[in-house]
């Protein structure tokens, strides 16, 4: 199994809603990765878990709130978001983390709209 | 700090004709290069990779070799079919001080193959 599940694929919430994106792998991966993208854009780093750890967090404002509840699960809670948060969430996963020849594992996304 | 600087698209092309994809780098350490593939509607997939000055990376009929002295790492391909059809992003992985090992992308080509 060689896949990254993301769940929704689509989300369309309000602004004064709380909704969570899922993401599961089981290649066996201690380290798990959000990105956001934005149409015709590169994907940017938010976050980053290594050993259900948060590792790295990219200044991302508190509206988003990750959590990483076992190795092979990745949530995203989302609350009061704006519509300029709309864009393609994707998750990733690697090997590990901390060298730079690891290859990334990245999930369908989840297409967020917020109205 | 590091940049990825990749050809500007949309790229056009008849089916069976050359490709190219031009890449160039700015890095403070040593990069391991990707070559990362976006079909519509999906995530990213690793295309392929290479780790050190003078490696060839392939897969899929695609080749790109890391040149440390013109700092590039551009994407070929002898014979592109409809399929590849897709947006190309040209990445690279450094470490960036503390314990962060960050993937840095560049804006990503967008490739229409037609029949």
């Known amino acids: 199994d060689t896949e990254v599940t993301q769940t929704p694929k689509h989300l369309v919430m309000g602004m004064t809603n709380k909704k969570s994106l899922k993401c599961e792998q089981h290649?066996?991966?201690?380290?798990m990765y959000w990105y956001k993208q934005k149409a015709k854009k590169p994907p940017e780093l938010m976050f980053v878990y290594s050993y259900e750890k948060l590792s790295i967090n990219e200044s991302v404002p508190s509206r988003f709130s990750p959590e990483c509840p076992n190795s092979s699960l990745l949530n995203l809670h989302l609350h009061a978001l704006q519509p300029e948060d709309s864009a393609l969430y994707l998750c990733a996963s690697s090997r590990l983390f901390g060298t730079t020849n690891e290859k990334l594992f990245f999930g369908s996304g989840t297409q967020l709209s917020v109205l | 700090g590091n940049s990825v600087t990749q050809m500007e698209g949309p790229v056009t092309l008849s089916e069976e004709a050359f490709l190219t994809i031009n890449c160039t780098y700015t890095?403070?350490?040593?990069?391991?290069l990707f070559w990362y593939v976006q079909y519509p509607g999906e995530g990213l997939q690793l295309l392929l990779k290479a780790t050190k000055a003078d490696d060839k990376g392939s897969n899929k009929g695609f080749e790109a070799t890391y040149r440390k002295e013109t700092t590039s790492f551009h994407l070929e391909k002898g014979s592109v079919q409809v399929s590849d059809s897709a947006v190309y992003f040209c990445?690279?992985?450094?470490?960036?001080?503390?314990?962060?090992?960050?993937?840095?992308f560049g804006k990503g080509t967008l490739l229409t193959v037609n029949p």
């Open positions: 990445a690279l992985s450094d470490y960036s001080g503390g314990s962060n090992y960050k993937l840095t």
């Open positions: 890095a403070t350490g040593y990069p391991s």
């Open positions: 290649m066996g991966h201690r380290a």
